[in-house]
């Protein structure tokens, strides 16, 4: 390990450390949820829609229970702003590692059309005022960042009712991607307590601490790529370093048991 990692790890007050290391494993079953926005196309000048909340649910997709906020952006965005591979983050999320089955688009009253320099409003129908859910059925696995890509077809979902009046139908598809990878394992000795970081040549990219009842560790959101992966355990025990960790994009790279000396 370098000198510069060791003064890292000593630096550490007491009550950093003991902070640090007391997270239950259970943050290391975790995933990130990114919830971006883009647009096919439509032959309007503006597509301006009220998004007021993003929501995703593990549960049936018939199910309403289950369902946790993304905590988005709020606002009105004009989707022709968001055309030709252009989007948007909504917001992102820690959610448990699992399924996912759907989300549910929650849209406010703000949502208007423009066509030939004059704006109309579009009305929601009212089976979609509740928020319009949108399938996923996808797996999050711990430690990797994941995007989902709402494609709002504006042209298709702007339907004419005569007499210059309008009303909105989303047709949404859902695309997801891993965008990352990460690096688990488990210490032995539980006892070495030590800090872990993922190193690419001269920059530490991901810091993180073993469970101090199970010696697990999961070092995330790691870009794919080659890693040093450096152990600074407390005092009494040996630092470590294991050379060239490979990581793919949606993959989490297994070290197994890594042996700690006194």
Known sequence: MTRSL?????SLSLAMIFMLTSCSKDENQTATLQVRLTDAPGDYQEVNVDIQDVQVSSADPNSNSGWISLNVKKGVYNLLQFTNGLDTLLGTAELPAGKVTQLRLVLGANNTVKIAGQSYNLTTPSGQQSGLKILV???LTAGITYKITLDFDAALSIVPTGSSSYILKPVIRSIVEAQTGAIK??????AATPAVYAIQGTDTVATTYTDQATGKFLLKGLAAGSYNVSFAPKTG???KTVNSISVSVGGVTDLGTVQISQ
């Open 237 to 239: 025990y040996v630092s």
């Open 6 to 10: 060791k003064c890292i790890y000593s």
């Open 137 to 139: 059925n996808t797996t």
């Open 185 to 190: 394992g488990v210490v032995d000795p539980i």
